[in-house]
């Protein structure tokens, strides 16, 4: 029988990615979309930006965007951000993508940024966010 996860644990019992960089080639080089290549249709020095994750759950929304730990917000990604943050809860998180790991992160709600999470905890309180968000 499976136990339940503490905040912070994680285990390699998980989705993974049906790429298989050996097999398949370098994701990053073949398959990642190169969304630049469409801002030329968008006016205004606009374009497309990714999203990293999203899940929804009876009509409710999440959005995670990961970041590497030195990297900022590109200033529209943020606007996009907090466009999305109407209706949805946003996650903004720093850390180790390979095993989700939140060094620290902020949330966006209503068009709000909320205060950045730091520190050793991060991680737990970043898995809270999510569980809360997943069971109400």
Same mark, same amino acid.
């Given at each position: ?9 994680? *285990?390699?019992?998980?989705? *993974? ?31 497309? *930006? ?51 790991? #939140? ?30 968000? #997943?069971?109400?």
């Amino acid at each position: 029988m499976n136990r339940e996860l503490e905040p912070g644990e994680r *285990t390699d019992k998980c989705r *993974t990615m049906r790429h298989i960089c050996e097999r398949d080639g370098c994701f990053e080089k073949i398959y990642r979309c190169q969304l630049g290549k469409l801002d030329h249709l968008f006016p205004n020095n606009n374009g497309m *930006t990714d999203i990293d994750g999203y899940c929804l759950i009876d009509g409710r929304k999440i959005f995670l965007e990961w970041k590497s730990s030195n990297a900022g917000i590109p200033p529209k990604q943020l606007v996009a951000l907090r466009a999305l943050s109407w209706d949805s809860l946003v996650i903004v998180a720093w850390g180790d993508p390979k095993e989700m790991l #939140a060094d620290s992160f902020f949330i966006i709600q209503n068009g709000k940024i909320g205060e950045r999470i730091n520190g050793p905890n991060a991680s737990i309180e970043f898995d809270k966010v999510i569980k809360q968000w #997943a069971i109400n």
